[in-house]
């Protein structure tokens, strides 16, 4: 089993938006042998739900997230992912005091795998999480496609 941690600050929008948009895109594609998760680097939202805004854009897309609840990355994430996948520069700083480094090279932006490597910005404060949706999914696209060409999928 391959697993996946998607990492944003609360682990209340951007975060469990890529776990449920990858795994959605996974389960209709016929790939098994994936596991995808979602973590918080602070601890400002743990046991909440998903913000409405990221619960509206999984609904349209006939995703439900209403279990989904905020935790936070630990040190024993990063021996238990293969890869921990940040939604911007900060959330890997975070990651990376959260897990005493990165000796394994295993943290990374989800759109660092696009042709255009940035930060997906957070739409707790710019409000479009629609914008969001089409970076995670473009992050999600390229992720797949790296996947099956390290033939962790095939």
Do not use: H
């Given at each position: 089993m391959y697993k996946i941690l998607m990492v944003c600050h609360g682990n209340i929008c951007r975060s469990p938006m890529a776990e449920f948009i990858l795994r959605d895109m996974l389960k209709k594609r016929g790939i098994e042998g994936i596991e995808v998760a979602s973590a918080a680097t602070s601890t400002e939202e743990l046991g909440n739900g998903v913000h409405r805004g990221t619960v509206r854009v999984l609904h349209?897309?006939?995703?439900?997230?209403?279990?989904?609840?905020?935790?936070q990355m630990t040190r024993a994430d990063y021996a238990e992912y293969d890869l921990l996948l940040g939604?911007?520069?900060?959330?890997?700083?975070?990651?990376k005091r959260i897990a005493g480094?990165?000796?394994?090279?295993?943290?990374?932006?989800?759109?660092?795998?696009?042709?255009?490597?940035?930060?997906?910005?957070?739409?707790?404060?710019?409000?479009?999480?629609?914008e969001t949706q089409a970076d995670v999914t473009e992050g999600c696209e390229a992720l797949i496609n790296w996947l099956y060409e390290q033939g962790i999928i095939s």
């Open positions: 349209s897309l006939g995703i439900d997230c209403s279990f989904k609840r905020a935790r939604a911007d520069s900060r959330n890997i700083i975070n990651m480094g990165d000796e394994d090279g295993k943290i990374l932006r989800l759109l660092d795998f696009t042709s255009r490597p940035r930060d997906i910005a957070d739409p707790w404060y710019t409000g479009n999480f629609d």
